[in-house]
C-alpha cells in the first residue's frame, strides 16, 4: 500500500510534513485533522528532492532519488492515503475542530462569535448554528454543519481500514500492508 524509505519506528513526529501536488485531496483531510502540511500545486521536483521534512508522494521516481524521510503512497485509493498518514503520523481519525487546520490554506482557525461572522455566512446558517471558526490566514469560516455530517462517515471508513493495515521491515523500507 506504501513505504518509507526508512525502517523507522511509527508514530514519525513532525511539525509539517510537506505532500506533493498529487496529493491535494490528502493535504485537505491531514489539515482538517491539524497536521501541518505543506502543499503547492506547482512544487517541483527540484525543491521536493532536497526538503527536509518527511515528504508524502506518488511519485516513484521522486521517492527513489530522495534520501531524506519520504513515504510514497503506492495504492490509488483516497481513503487509504488518509488511514495509512494517520498511522505513519499517529494523527487519531477524528474530528476536532479545535484542532483543526484551514483545509484551503494551512492557517490556524480561531473560535469566533456569530457576531464576528454576521456578514460573511449566508444568514440561514447564522440562524441553525452557534459555533463558528475564522481562518487567521485566507478569512474562511467554517461551522460543524451538514456537511460534518459526510466527514465523520469518511473518517469512520478511514477508522476501519486502518485496523487493517501493518508494517513489517524489509531491506530498511518500512512497508506499509494489509494483515
Ligand atoms: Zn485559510
Same mark, same amino acid.
Given at each position: 500500500?506504501?513505504?518509507?524509505?526508512?525502517?523507522?519506528?511509527?508514530?514519525?513526529?513532525?511539525?509539517?510534513?510537506?505532500?506533493?501536488?498529487? #496529493?491535494? %485531496? +490528502?493535504?485537505?483531510?491531514?489539515?482538517? /485533522? @491539524? &497536521?501541518?502540511?505543506?502543499? =503547492?500545486s506547482?512544487?517541483?521536483?527540484?525543491?521536493?528532492?532536497?526538503?527536509?521534512?518527511?515528504?508524502?508522494?506518488?511519485?516513484?521516481?521522486?521517492?527513489?532519488?530522495?534520501?531524506?524521510?519520504?513515504?510514497?503512497?503506492?495504492?490509488?485509493?483516497? #481513503?487509504e %492515503? +488518509?488511514?495509512?498518514?494517520?498511522?505513519? /503520523? @499517529? &494523527?487519531?481519525?477524528?474530528? =476536532?475542530?479545535?484542532?483543526?487546520?484551514c483545509?484551503?490554506?494551512?492557517?490556524?482557525?480561531?473560535?469566533?462569535?456569530?457576531?464576528?461572522?454576521?456578514?460573511?455566512?449566508?444568514?440561514?446558517?447564522?440562524?441553525?448554528?452557534?459555533?463558528?471558526?475564522?481562518?487567521?490566514?485566507?478569512?474562511?469560516?467554517?461551522w460543524?454543519?451538514?456537511?460534518?455530517?459526510?466527514?465523520?462517515?469518511?473518517?469512520?471508513l478511514?477508522?476501519?481500514?486502518?485496523s487493517?493495515?501493518?508494517?513489517?521491515?524489509?531491506?530498511?523500507?518500512?512497508?506499509?500492508?494489509?494483515?
Open positions: 500500500m506504501a513505504r518509507l524509505n526508512k525502517c523507522v519506528s511509527l508514530p514519525i513526529v513532525e511539525d509539517e510534513v510537506v505532500l506533493d501536488s498529487m #496529493l491535494g %485531496w +490528502l493535504v485537505r483531510w491531514l489539515r482538517i /485533522l @491539524g &497536521v501541518r502540511a505543506i502543499y =503547492d506547482n512544487f517541483k521536483d527540484e525543491e521536493l528532492l532536497n526538503i527536509d521534512h518527511l515528504l508524502i508522494t506518488r511519485d516513484r521516481e521522486l521517492f527513489r532519488k530522495r534520501t531524506r524521510l519520504s513515504m510514497l503512497l503506492e495504492t490509488s485509493r483516497h #481513503l %492515503w +488518509l488511514s495509512i498518514s494517520s498511522l505513519v /503520523l @499517529g &494523527v487519531p481519525l477524528v474530528l =476536532d475542530m479545535g484542532r483543526s487546520l483545509p484551503i490554506c494551512g492557517s490556524s482557525l480561531i473560535k469566533v462569535s456569530k457576531d464576528a461572522v454576521a456578514d460573511k455566512v449566508p444568514k440561514g446558517v447564522l440562524s441553525r448554528y452557534n459555533d463558528f471558526w475564522l481562518c487567521t490566514g485566507c478569512g474562511q469560516v467554517y460543524v454543519g451538514s456537511h460534518h455530517m459526510r466527514i465523520k462517515k469518511e473518517l469512520e478511514a477508522r476501519i481500514l486502518l487493517s493495515i501493518s508494517t513489517s521491515c524489509v531491506n530498511n523500507n518500512l512497508l506499509i500492508i494489509r494483515k
